[in-house]
């Protein structure tokens, strides 16, 4: 059983540009959601995808959007990247008829300049 | 809007000692509560889950409390070695019929010293 994946480890992007960040889910997982974590904070939850839906969103602008995939693994897109934007983007999964229990990647860390 | 805190924000002991990590949430309509470690730059791992039915987990040198009812779970860390430095989130699930997010607090950064 293979554990989430997320693609690439860092990534250096100057204000104004676009970013897909990937990740691929726990084998048998059929929920991915993904959480913002600046430095110091505790993650923030961006939305969630569930049968390649989007199922609940955090408090995000529109320029972050999303998609899963009948793999279900997912894509966290951002446009006109701003410097707030820089954080560790983490993607979590879970399979939701059962215990609920999220498990997460080792995250992205984004840095825009 | 469901808020979670944790104290303390930074907590250092010396290599042996028991500690107890304290998580506080506004909102008792939880489905569950779950605690993580993250190293340095990493990503979280799961510790222990608890469901709102539940009063405690443990696995091995931890046990997690909750009482739902007063908002609160702990997290207990028996005889603690310098390998458990790290920071230590919890998370509350809400009880929402559908969606899985998570509300986390801002951490407890733990430092045990050899």
């Known amino acids: 059983e293979t554990g989430v994946t997320q693609s690439p480890t860092h990534l250096i992007k100057t204000r104004g540009q676009q970013v897909t960040l990937r990740c691929s889910s726990q084998s048998g997982h059929n929920t991915v959601s993904w959480y913002q974590q600046a430095l110091g904070q505790g993650p923030q939850f961006i939305f969630q995808?569930?049968?390649?839906?989007?199922?609940g969103r955090g408090n995000f602008p529109p320029r972050f959007s999303g998609l899963q995939f009948p793999n279900y693994s997912s894509e966290l897109n951002v446009n006109a990247l701003e410097l707030d934007d820089s954080a560790l983007y983490l993607c979590?999964?879970?399979?939701?008829?059962?215990?609920?229990?999220?498990?997460f990647g080792p995250g992205t860390r984004l840095t825009v300049t | 809007k469901q808020e979670v805190t944790q104290i303390p924000a930074a907590l250092s002991v010396p290599e042996g000692e028991n500690l107890v990590l304290n998580c506080s949430f506004t909102?008792?309509?939880?489905?569950?509560l779950q605690w993580f470690r993250q190293d340095p730059g990493k990503g979280l791992t799961s510790l222990l889950l608890?469901?709102?039915?539940?009063r405690e987990q443990t696995s091995g040198r931890l046990n997690a409390s909750l009482d739902k009812s007063s908002g609160r779970s702990t997290l207990y860390i028996a005889a603690s070695q310098p390998g458990d430095s790290a920071t230590y989130l919890c998370?509350?699930?809400?009880?929402?019929?559908?969606?899985?997010?998570?509300?986390f607090g801002e951490g407890t950064q733990l430092t045990v010293n050899p």
């Open positions: 608890i469901q709102s039915s539940q």
């Open positions: 979590a999964s879970s399979y939701e008829t059962h215990s609920y229990e999220q498990y």
């Open positions: 998370a509350v699930r809400p009880r929402e019929t559908s969606g899985s997010r998570l509300t």
């Open positions: 995808y569930y049968r390649e839906e989007e199922n």
């Open positions: 909102d008792s309509a939880i489905y569950n």
